[in-house]
C-alpha cells in the first residue's frame, strides 16, 4: 500500500509512520555522523526510559519484556556515556529509578525542533478552533486510547 493510500484508508496510521520514518532517519543518520555516542538500540531504550518517566530498573526491564540483568547491561552503557543515570529511591533503598540526564535533553530538544515545526504548519493551516480540537483529541487519543506507557499497568504484569 503506497502512501497516499495508506492516509485515505488510516490516516493515523500514515501520520504514525511518516514521523517514525522521519525520527529513524535522524537517529541513523546521527548515529552514522557519531554525533550520537549511541547504537540504534540504546536510543530507543533511553527514550523508552524518559517516556516511562523514571522507572526502576525493574519497570524498564517488564516494559520492553527483557531480563533484568540484560536490562542492566543496557542502562549501565547508557550511564557510561553520560544519557542516563540511576537515583536510590527515598523509600526503597535497594531499588534504584532510572532518570535522563542533560546530555539526553540536548540530543532530545533536536528531535523536538520538527514537531514544533509541524505545530506552527498546524496553527497557521487550521483555524484556532480546529487546532483546540485537535489538540482536544490527541490528548484523549492519549489519556483514554494508549494507556501503554502507565507504570501502574506493569505492577499488574
Known amino acids: 500500500m503506497n502512501e497516499k493510500e495508506r492516509l485515505e484508508r488510516n490516516p493515523l496510521s500514515a501520520v504514525y509512520s511518516k514521523f517514525r520514518a522521519l525520527y529513524y532517519r535522524d537517529v541513523l543518520h546521527r548515529v552514522k555522523l ?3 555516542s549511541l547504537t540504534t538500540s540504546e536510543v530507543y531504550c533511553v527514550d523508552i526510559i524518559h ?3 523514571k ?9 520492553i519484556g527483557i531480563s533484568t540483568p540484560n536490562a542492566s547491561y543496557k542502562i549501565n552503557s547508557l550511564i557510561k556515556k553520560g544519557y542516563l543515570k540511576k537515583v536510590q529511591s527515598e523509600t526503597d533503598k535497594r531499588e534504584f529509578i ?3 540526564t542533560e546530555k539526553y535533553y540536548r ?3 533536536i528531535n523536538e525542533k520538527y514537531l514544533d515545526i509541524v505545530e506552527n504548519r498546524l496553527q497557521e493551516t487550521l483555524s484556532k478552533e480546529e487546532f483546540e480540537a485537535f489538540n482536544g483529541t490527541l490528548k484523549k ?3 483514554e486510547i494508549l494507556p501503554d506507557l502507565d507504570l501502574d499497568s506493569l505492577d499488574s504484569e
Open 51 to 53: 517516556n516511562l518517566d
Open 34 to 36: 557519531r554525533e550520537l
Open 107 to 109: 540530543y532530545y530538544n
Open 98 to 100: 532510572l532518570d535522563v
Open 141 to 143: 487519543i492519549y489519556e
Open 55 to 63: 522507572p526502576t530498573i525493574q519497570e524498564f526491564s517488564n516494559y
